[in-house]
Structures are given as C-alpha cells and as structure tokens.
C-alpha cells in the first residue's frame, strides 16, 4: 500500500507564495505519474498540475506561468510552487500518484491519494 504525506498548506494573501510538497511511501513498484488536485467548495475536483516519471508536465491553464511542479525521484516527492496567488486558488489541495497496473476500460491507472492540505488565498 502507498502512503503519501502532504505539507505547506495554509494562509497567504493574495500575490503570495507556497510551497507544496507530498513524500510517497510504502510498496511502489512502479509510479507512472505524481500530481496535485484541487476541489474548491462547491466545485468538483479538478487536476491542477502532474509529472510523469519522464519528466512531462501537464498544468490547468488557470494556473500556467504562476505555478510549477517539480519531484526528487530518489525521495519519491513531488513538489508545487505556487507563486502571484489569487483568491480563485483557495481549495483543498490533494498529492495525487498513480502507477500500475493500468485499465484499458477507463483509460486509467490505479490512484492513491493524500489527506489533502488547506490552501487559502485572502484578497
């Protein structure tokens, strides 16, 4: 079973900086991507930003250009920097990883998840 641990949520005022960070643990064989979701209240989850274990980024063009996602392979962390935040980022943020084995049907890998952290973006 993957675990994965989250931190550097909280409170910032608008224009600010945060840093995120997930550390994976427990039985990976095999990660094909690490990511970040959002959900803001309301609103249904939405991918924010992901890395494949290639090094291909993938981003929501609400965050481009302000935030970027990083990883330390060796510790199996994935990392998003989160600069000139806007009150429209404030959500639960959740460590997203996925790996194999992979469902043809529904296109998709399995997918573990963190507990999620608090982002809160004040005007």
């Known amino acids: 079973q993957v675990q994965l641990v989250e931190s550097g949520g909280g409170l910032v005022q608008a224009g600010g900086s945060l840093r995120l960070s997930c550390a994976a643990s427990g039985i990976i064989l095999s990660i094909n991507s690490m990511g970040w979701y959002r959900q803001a209240p309301g609103k249904q989850r939405e991918l924010v930003a992901k890395?494949?274990?290639?090094?291909?980024?993938d981003y929501v063009d609400s965050v481009k250009g302000r935030f970027t996602i990083s990883r330390d392979s060796a510790k199996n962390t994935v990392y998003l920097q989160m600069n000139s935040l806007k009150p429209e980022d404030t959500a639960v943020y959740y460590c997203?990883?996925?790996?194999?084995?992979?469902?043809?049907?529904?296109?998709?890998?399995?997918?573990?998840w963190g507990q999620g952290t608090q982002v809160t973006v004040s005007s």
């Open positions: 997203n990883l996925e790996g194999p084995p992979y469902y043809p049907s529904t296109m998709s890998y399995i997918a573990y």
């Open positions: 890395i494949t274990s290639g090094g291909t980024t």
